[in-house]
């Protein structure tokens, strides 16, 4: 069949959920045997997340292909297991890119460039654009931020045009708002929704599905009244209550109809509701999981969103370790070695976060410190890797000015060094060594036992320092072994302490590769060994 296009779009407030919401239908669609892919269209200047503080846009997650991109599309990732590219994650920072590299080469012929046609034809190109490099039934296209967004304009329409040319058995618009409850009244309102919805068909752009965001259950009469109002069908009017896990919105959605009610609308017969039987397993053993293991998070940032893929990475480990997780933010700052016991008592495990720059750093190395002393079973990730090398080096191989050059360019011991191929690099963005590079375990090391024994596998990255190979046979005549390297280049991949419960750093982030039905063997191996170590919190 032709590829049917999916829009979602907000109002009222932002930080709604409708990543999650696509994601969700994204998977719901899967299960029927649909062919999908989920994309994010963002509406900032700036070319990709790469450059932006986690307080600004929360982490940036990297695709396989080595594009940095929003938040979400891990979350389209987690639900769906597809695999997203650069072709997923557009900003408009990028489509105004393109069209200018268009113009200063002459491709427009001396025309006068303006946001329609040139801008908003480059959009619908971008939309388009995964259907013709891959056979797909639906691609679902998130557009960032709230109707009414002067930047959002020329999105809206694109999208408009969009649905005109390929008419209502192939475009077809979700809207996503907002239902508040006013406490001292004791109400639902509506009006919100009302105006939201309104504000979108002065853009020419009729909704022909309402998803209503809420705290408190809607009465049939309230979504009747929003149906009636917002020229919605009643059984099109969905509601999205809080849940007590993101994971079980597309079953909240399936229960309600979301699914069949757009391929209806599109055309299609639904046919028979498939049971998402691994999804229901995995969502009845997350209920189940009654032990609760506490995780310290070390890292600078008291912001959930920074590390969403490693706290959702650890929510999945726990599950099919039938515990629940608790993540607990250590701010790195605050770490020293006079309260590092304080700060890191009740943890059943520590994960030395990721990141970027001087701050926080000297409380991450006290804490990997404190973690080896003692024997907690410790993850470190990127930063956090190279931060338990320096920790080993400073302590153990004895040289107390041990550093990485990002910190310390002068360093005379520097463990953790500049790559080669960075050291020409004078632009930020999109310069890292990003993206999914092969990894060649050593047999018998804690890691090659975690991945099932594989001796190949592929991982994603996101930095410009590594492990300093001549240090290599130094650090692993005193304990700390280098048991991952990359077969090109034989940089240090995953460093471990096979004479500890778990201790184990990886250059590469394992947490843009954990999945719900998939979780990554490295985090499933952490937990364990963080279960087998404790008792109940």
């Keep these: 069949m032709e590829t049917k296009y999916i829009f979602i779009t907000g109002g009222v407030a932002s930080s709604l959920g409708k990543g999650i919401i696509s994601a969700s239908l994204g998977k719901l669609l899967q299960a029927r045997g649909y062919r999908i892919t989920i994309q994010k269209f ?14 600004e846009h929360g982490e940036c997650y990297v695709t396989a292909d080595g594009m940095e991109t929003d938040l979400d599309l891990g979350h389209y990732e987690r639900f769906t297991g597809i695999e997203t590219t650069c072709d997923n994650s557009v900003t408009t920072g990028r489509i105004y890119l393109s069209v200018i590299e268009r113009e200063r080469r002459g491709d427009y012929l001396g025309k006068t460039i303006q946001v329609v046609p040139h801008i908003t034809d480059e959009i619908k ?79 020419g752009i009729q909704p022909e599905v309402l998803v209503l965001r ?80 506490q995780v310290a998070l070390v890292g600078k940032y008291d912001l959930q969103d920074a590390y969403k893929s490693i706290i959702e990475s650890l929510a999945h480990a726990g599950t099919y370790n039938d515990v629940k997780v608790k993540p607990v933010f250590v701010n790195s700052e605050g770490i020293t070695t006079e309260n590092v016991a304080e700060r890191l008592e009740g943890m059943a495990g520590i994960v030395i976060c990721p990141g970027f ?31 338990m090398v320096v920790e080993f080096a400073r302590n153990v191989l004895g040289y107390p000015d041990a550093n990485s050059v990002e910190m310390d360019a002068g360093t005379p011991h520097n463990v953790i060094d500049l790559m080669e191929e960075q050291k020409t690099v004078t632009q930020m963005g999109g310069t890292m060594r990003l ?9 018998g090391s804690r890691a090659w036992k975690a991945y099932g024994e594989d001796t190949l596998i592929k991982e994603r990255h996101r930095h410009r320092y590594e492990f300093n190979n001549h240090y290599l046979e130094e650090f692993e005549r005193h304990g700390m072994k280098c048991v991952g390297f990359n077969p090109a280049t034989n940089l ?13 750093g990886t250059q590469f982030h394992p947490e843009y590769s954990s999945l719900v039905l998939h979780p990554h063997p490295l985090f499933m191996s952490f937990i364990k060994a963080c279960v087998d170590g404790t008792v109940e919190a």
């Design 42 to 55: 963002d509406p900032y200047i700036n070319i990709d997340p790469g450059t932006l503080n986690p307080y």
């Design 125 to 203: 190109r971008r939309i388009l654009l995964n259907a013709t490099k891959q056979p797909l039934d639906f691609v679902i296209t998130e557009i960032g931020g709230t109707i009414g967004d002067i930047e959002s304009q020329p999105f809206l329409e694109a999208i408009r045009q969009l649905r005109w040319e390929l008419g209502p058995s192939r475009a077809l618009n979700i809207h996503l708002t907002y239902v508040p409850f006013l406490a001292a009244a004791g109400e639902l309102k509506t009006k919100p929704t009302q105006m939201s919805v309104k504000q979108l068909q002065g853009l």
């Design 214 to 293: 809420t705290e408190h259950p809607l009465g049939d009469e309230l979504r009747a009244k929003v149906a009636h109002f917002c020229n919605v069908e009643v059984q099109a009017v969905i509601q999205s209550q809080d849940l007590p896990s993101i994971y079980e919105v597309p079953v909240n959605m399936q229960r309600q109809g979301l699914d069949a009610v757009i391929l209806k609308k599109m055309g299609l017969q639904p046919g028979v509701t498939p049971d998402l039987g691994p999804w229901h397993d995995f969502l009845k053993r997350r209920k189940q999981s009654t032990k609760v293991l």
């Design 357 to 387: 720059g001087q701050r926080g750093i000297e409380g991450k190395i006290v804490a990997a410190g404190y973690a080896r002393q003692h024997d907690i079973p410790t993850m470190g990730i990127c930063l956090g890797m190279q931060m």
């Design 435 to 443: 993206g999914a590079y092969a990894c060649e375990l050593v047999k």
């Design 492 to 504: 240090v991949e995953i460093v471990e302490i096979p004479t500890l419960k778990w201790y184990v």
